[in-house]
């Protein structure tokens, strides 16, 4: 049953996933897959395909399109046409956070929790998210997949996070993410606390059956403490 707050204590480093569980998306990224197929392919996406992009938020967006391409060569055009469209939709229109998010970091800041903030997004699309919502201050690293850090659901960016903090154990971290790809990168790292949020239209059933521990209306429903 889903619990409208939960508090966790003894905590030493906090991972969050970005699009849908503290930056707002409002379908923005099934728009731009939409775009990226139609450069990339000069056709309009398959109901199947689009089931198949909503049904992998959180993965890497190069694998994403290589499962659907079947063209490395075509996927590597399709995730840069993507970043691409997504940088002009947030410089156009603008990019918010989830309600209670920016105060989350800053607290969890202040208190001496690490942050890290995880995607599957390229480097150069989270740089212009964390710019825009003014959260550097608040955060003490950021991961995407690259070639030596796998995406989600693999355990390599919230490991990586973890090494980087200095964490005394993996029970001391948590993960937080929107997504069943987040659930199952949580539990496949063995971290303390997988959190799933209902932010990102994720059910909360299919969020624990993919790993979550716990299930909250948003990240604003969170509280933490240091050991």
Request: proline residues 4%.
């Amino acid at each position: 049953m889903m619990e409208p707050h939960y508090e966790l204590r003894n905590v030493e480093l906090v991972c969050f996933d970005m699009a849908g569980t503290t930056v707002q998306d409002a379908g923005r990224v099934l728009e731009v897959f939409d775009r990226a197929i139609l450069e990339i392919e000069g056709r309009q996406p398959t109901d199947e395909e689009r089931a198949y992009v909503a049904r992998t938020m959180g993965q890497s967006k190069i694998e994403v399109f290589s499962a659907l391409l079947h063209s490395d060569v075509k996927a590597i055009q399709a995730t840069q046409a993507f970043e691409r469209y997504y940088r002009e939709a947030v410089e156009a229109s603008g990019v918010e956070e989830i309600p209670g998010a920016t105060d989350l970091l800053r607290r969890l800041h202040h208190q001496g929790i690490r942050v890290f903030l995880t995607t599957g997004f390229a480097a150069v699309t989270q740089e212009l998210l964390i710019d825009k919502l003014g959260w550097a201050p608040f955060i003490d690293g950021a991961l995407c997949p690259t070639e030596q850090l796998r995406g989600r659901p693999y355990p390599d960016m919230l490991l990586a996070a973890s090494l980087a903090a200095q964490v005394t154990s993996m029970a001391q971290v948590v993960s937080v993410g929107d997504t069943t790809m987040d659930a199952t990168s949580g539990r496949n790292s063995a971290v303390g606390a997988v959190i799933g949020v209902l932010t990102g239209g994720f059910s909360e059933e299919a969020l624990r059956q993919a790993g979550a521990h716990r299930v909250l209306p948003s990240v604003a429903n969170l509280a933490l403490t240091p050991g």
